[in-house]
């Protein structure tokens, strides 16, 4: 069975303090592993799409990178408006396989 | 429209009583989800779209549940019979077609009293 972990639960950052969210899984066979950021009250947004082992992709403070085994979504001197909680999905390779499998997510917080 | 919209965002029901949520994709996209998530989990996955059919109902946890998509826009998620264990925040997404980045929408709060 697919399975996403995410760690820690939950991280409490100072503005500027970068660090890194991990996401462990299992699956069958991976067509992609996606990122997402996630406000209080709102849907998930998409940030990243990873494909293969040792791709790394960045979009403003954030870095997300791929091995076999795990992601690990990087956050360089973050700052307050990233506060939010931060999704790991995989999705199988196997034929006729859509689903998104979801860790719990990582709940961000970044003190001013 | 310019995102995946969902309505209501706000349901509140009596236990028993038949729920429909509503979802209206991004505009082109053929291929639409439902998940559902619980407070403080990740979404789960009920259906996935592929135009009008249901190419995976795998997720549906039983035959309370239903969903359809008659003309491979909108879709409908349908529930009977509601417990209070359905109470969860309802997800549609939609992507351009298979293998591609799903969007979600703001999702709807389902509440069984």
């Known amino acids: 069975e697919d399975q996403v972990t995410q760690s820690p639960e939950a991280l409490r950052l100072q503005e500027g303090e970068s660090s890194s969210l991990n996401c462990s899984y299992t699956?069958?066979?991976?067509?992609?592993l996606f990122w997402y950021r996630q406000d209080p009250g709102k849907g998930p947004e998409f940030l990243f799409t990873l494909y293969s082992a040792g791709e790394e992709k960045e979009k403003e403070r954030l870095k997300a990178t791929l091995t076999k085994k795990e992601s690990f979504l990087h956050i360089t001197a973050p700052k307050p408006e990233d506060s939010a909680t931060y999704l790991c999905?995989?999705?199988?390779?196997?034929?006729?396989?859509?689903?998104?499998?979801f860790g719990q997510g990582t709940r961000l917080t970044i003190n001013p | 429209g310019a995102g995946v919209s969902q309505t209501p965002s706000n349901k509140v029901t009596e236990k028993g009583k038949y729920v429909e949520l509503r979802c209206d994709p991004i505009s082109g996209h053929t291929a639409l989800y439902w998940y559902r998530q619980s407070l403080g989990q990740g979404p789960e996955f009920l259906i996935y779209f592929q135009g009008t059919g249901a190419a995976d109902d795998s997720g549906l946890p039983n035959d309370r549940f239903f969903a359809v998509r008659p003309e491979g826009s909108v879709s409908t998620l349908k529930i009977q019979r509601t417990e209070r264990g359905d109470s969860a925040v309802y997800l549609c997404?939609?992507?351009?077609?298979?293998?591609?980045?799903?969007?979600f929408g703001q999702g709807t709060r389902l509440t069984v009293v």
């Open positions: 699956v069958s066979g991976l067509r992609g």
């Open positions: 999905a995989v999705q199988a390779s196997s034929v006729g396989a859509q689903k998104l499998v």
């Open positions: 997404a939609s992507s351009e077609g298979p293998n591609t980045e799903a969007f």
